[in-house]
């Protein structure tokens, strides 16, 4: 679309909106890249325990400079803290976390979304790239809700959310609910349900940017946050 | 019979690696990886090695340094795609080295399950997936499963933070990763630990990795850190 659409959140606004609904006392997995920013967002006051799959619960921000230890790591394989009552562990142990359903809440990028919730986010099919899964497909059939973080469609315009994926799957309907600059989407078992809808754009708009079919949640509201 | 399963060498450490062997490479991304030995069995020479790991080597030091000697045939992994893993990269585009993906659970299950002697076991990971193709799945509990078996390795190559003359083994923090699930899973599994104690000076309660899955261990207390090395001539 070549007008602006005065609602539409930047990359900090979108982390922002995704923290917002991960309740206090959750146990999460951030992916890497921009879900990795929804940690800087999360309300002073709600303590929430960071997952890495590489053998780390608890977490803490990324290492001052100086300070980088690099037997401590992100998945990104960037250097890490640890916070108080952090654990480590091996990598069968964190991935039986993952796939035991003992995490709640894995935030993930993806580069298409299914309306039955089916994520494509490893890879684009291209045969000149390497492949390569590292965690995402545990992370997306084990933790007991996948968050996509994501803009609404790709540089090139192109829609994100299709009816079905066309690029190979990460999990097949492990989606809870997708996070875009411009809606938040909940997959409801018949279908995408828009829950809040920026600002300047009507549901038709919003539809016409969405490959799969949407419905209008009865109580949809504004999606809004604070300026960043 | 004293029990001391200390060698003098990395050498000695290496020893005996055939042509042909499954090596099971413990570390994620620098975090854990046993640069020291990696380069001992570049010395020693043995070839068309299938090395297990979770990535495909980074920089030029450790695994990168085993695949640019032309020593290993293939890698089991579940990211060769790092900024820095030039040297797989390079060789798998020419064709010159194979790769089998595995999702890092599956990865990690599948060394454990060797290692503990099961069979194989299902998993909804890779579920309705291209990496699921031409494998067995089942319905468990109305989920899709997927059934994965387990990695035999020959050798594993580990990086422990101490050791005992025992082989009783600690790590440092995420460096733990998957060497605990490789030392399980092969039939030789060799230790290079920062530090070398008294037997008895590890608290029985903090033993990470027991004895029973180790036969060699080799001191070496300042292992390179290429990250780091990299770190300092940047900010120099």
Redesign the interface.
């Given at each position: 679309m070549s007008t602006p659409i005065s609602g539409k959140l930047n990359r900090d606004q979108m982390a922002w909106r995704v923290a917002q609904d991960i309740p206090g006392g959750s146990y999460v997995n951030l992916g890497i890249g921009m879900p990795e920013m929804v940690a800087n967002h999360l309300p002073d006051d709600r303590q929430v325990i960071f997952h890495?799959?590489?053998?780390?619960l608890g977490m803490g921000p990324v290492a001052a400079?100086g300070e980088?230890?690099?037997?401590?790591?992100t998945a990104g394989?960037k250097p890490v803290t640890?916070v108080a009552g952090a654990a480590?562990?091996?990598?069968?142990n964190?991935?039986a976390m993952?796939?035991g359903g003992h995490l709640d809440i894995a935030v993930l990028g993806a580069f298409q979304i299914s309306a039955a919730g089916?994520l494509a986010n490893w890879?684009t099919g291209d045969a000149g790239?390497?492949?390569?899964?590292?965690?995402?497909?545990?992370l997306a059939?084990?933790a007991r809700d996948v968050f996509v973080i994501t803009e609404h469609t790709t540089k090139d315009g192109a829609p994100k959310i299709m009816p079905q994926c066309t690029y190979?799957?990460?999990?097949?309907g492990v989606v809870t609910t997708v996070f875009t600059d411009l809606a938040v989407i909940d997959i409801h078992k018949d279908g995408p349900v828009v829950r809040e809808i920026a600002n300047g754009l009507s549901f038709d708009d919003l539809q016409a940017l969405t490959g799969a079919t949407l419905t209008l949640d009865a109580d949809c509201k504004a999606l809004s946050a604070p300026a960043f | 019979m004293i029990i001391d399963k200390r060698v003098p060498t990395l050498a000695d450490a290496v020893q005996g690696i055939s042509d042909g062997a499954v090596v099971a490479i413990s570390g994620f991304g620098e975090a854990g990886n046993p640069t020291e030995l990696v380069h001992a069995l570049v010395e020693q020479g043995a070839s068309d090695l299938t090395v297990v790991n979770n990535n495909a080597g980074t920089g030029q030091l450790g695994l990168a340094k085993l695949l640019a000697a032309g020593q290993v045939s293939k890698v089991i992994c579940s990211f060769p795609r790092s900024a820095k893993s030039v040297v797989f990269q390079d060789l798998y585009k020419a064709g010159k080295i194979e790769l089998e993906v595995v999702p890092q659970g599956t990865l990690a299950e599948r060394l454990r399950a060797s290692g503990a002697g099961i069979g194989g076991f299902f998993t909804p990971t890779s579920a309705s997936t291209p990496l699921a193709e031409g494998k067995e799945t089942r319905v468990i509990d109305g989920k899709d499963h997927v059934l994965e078996l387990p990695i035999r390795a020959d050798v594993a190559l580990i990086k422990a933070d101490k050791a005992d003359p025992w082989g009783n083994l600690t790590y440092r923090k995420a460096a733990r990763n998957f060497a605990p699930n490789m030392a399980m899973a092969a039939a030789l599994t060799i230790v290079q630990a920062r530090v070398i104690v008294g037997l008895g000076d590890i608290d029985p309660e903090q033993v990470v990795t027991p004895s029973i899955f180790v036969d060699r261990i080799v001191e070496v207390s300042d292992p390179v850190s290429e990250a780091a090395a990299l770190l300092e001539q940047a900010n120099a």
């Open positions: 890495c799959e590489n053998g780390i400079p980088e230890d690099f037997d401590l790591v394989k640890a480590f562990f091996d990598s069968a964190s991935f993952i796939r089916d890879s790239t390497t492949p390569a899964v590292g965690g995402a497909m545990d059939q084990g190979p799957l990460t999990g097949a | -």
